[in-house]
């Protein structure tokens, strides 16, 4: 497995890219350098291992087709370029950290071919920040497990890219309903309703954008859902530069197999759009909706996500922050101890008024 390690041109230490200055950084020297410097200086050596691994990333299609419905992920070895350790990933990694000498390292062939992404959103919110994120977040939620926001469990935030795909369309659709109307009115001391039923028609022509589905299997789609919306104006044309310094995950759902996902969800946003348009009826039914696709177009993008877990009581927590907006989604775990106290205390409270009433009735 050929991977890519970008060195500082300076001293030759590990580069990083920088969500604060929006630059790679190292960390030795200080120097700081924009994006297109080091794609330049890069570009050459991934175009050779883009190159070489073609066959590699063919092979492995070829071999998930084969194994549809295993769910056993193949453990792939790569050597570290910095210190030569062998170090053990998933078959969908594409970005890591080495184990023994945690310099950041790109699993080249992984994103390259068929399998390279269209578009990146770099990381802008830092770990630092994500951390403050989830401190404020764990400050107001009084019934959090004790020790949930401890400085151990920052040490395991990890910033990830996480594939989607995006769908913009343009279609022409139509749709039939029926919608009521009601009106109330009085002949002398009695009050009527009628309600009135017609049949409505709306068509047109409709530009939907930025429709979206993960593209991995293995992670909780809840969560990696959850942490939308992203401002896809910031996104770049994909170099694995910007994986530098983070964990990164190479798609292994293809449009075929979230297709009918993406199209249903379509369907609702156009039908939804058109039912908008009539105004007036206190109650909408709809009876048909028909489309015919203009224009389609799929991008595979990835996404910056922090990632923390936590293990309560034998059960594992994930929690997600988004690496763009620092949007918080999760499940915590609570504390039984401090609900147990509420618990008390309000029914302490309610046996004293209960009291207090029963003194006032004397």
């Given at each position: 497995m050929a991977t890519v390690n970008y060195k500082c041109p300076n001293c030759g230490g590990p580069l990083k890219f920088n969500p604060d200055k929006q630059m790679f950084s190292c960390e030795y020297c200080m120097s700081d350098f924009e994006d297109r410097i080091i794609q330049q200086m890069y570009a050459e050596q991934e175009a050779r291992q883009s190159k070489a691994e073609k066959e590699e990333n063919e092979a492995y299609a070829?071999?998930?087709?084969?194994?549809?419905?295993?769910?056993?992920?193949?453990?792939?070895?790569?050597?570290?370029?910095?210190?030569?350790?062998?170090?053990?990933?998933?078959a969908s990694t594409a970005a890591t950290t080495c184990f023994y000498c945690q310099n950041p390292v790109v699993l080249g062939g992984r994103l390259s071919g068929k399998f390279k992404p269209d578009r990146v959103v770099p990381f802008a919110v830092s770990k630092e920040k994500a951390v403050e994120k989830f401190i404020e977040m764990c400050r107001k939620k009084w019934f959090l497990a004790k020790g949930f926001a401890s400085k151990k469990q920052f040490e395991k935030l990890t910033g990830i890219y996480f594939p989607y795909w995006y769908i913009d369309t343009q279609r022409q659709a139509d749709v039939t309903a029926l919608g009521n109307k009601v009106r109330t009115y009085r002949v002398g001391s009695k009050r009527y309703t009628e309600t009135s039923t017609y049949r409505l028609f709306r068509s047109g022509n409709l530009i939907i954008k930025n429709v979206f589905e993960r593209a991995l299997k293995s992670q909780d789609r809840e969560m990696l859902q959850g942490v939308h919306p992203f401002d896809l104006s910031q996104a770049h044309d994909f170099s694995m530069s910007y994986l530098s310094g983070f964990q990164a995950e190479k798609r292994d759902l293809e449009k075929d197999d979230v297709y009918s996902a993406v199209q249903e969800r379509i369907h609702e946003y156009a039908t939804q759009l058109l039912e908008d348009t009539m105004t007036g009826f206190s109650a909408i039914r709809v009876e048909s909706y028909n489309d015919k696709i203009d224009l389609e177009s799929w991008n595979y993008t990835l996404l910056p996500v922090w990632i923390v877990t936590y293990k309560y009581k034998g059960k594992i927590y994930p929690f997600a922050i988004n690496g763009q907006t620092g949007k918080t989604y999760g499940e915590l775990p609570t504390s039984k101890g401090k609900l147990a106290v509420l618990f008390a205390s309000v029914t302490a409270i309610v046996f004293v008024l209960a009291v207090l009433g029963g003194m006032l009735l004397l």
């Open positions: 070829e071999n998930s087709v084969q194994n549809d419905g295993d769910d056993v992920e193949d453990a792939v070895v790569y050597t570290c370029p910095s210190c030569g350790a062998e170090v053990v990933t998933t």
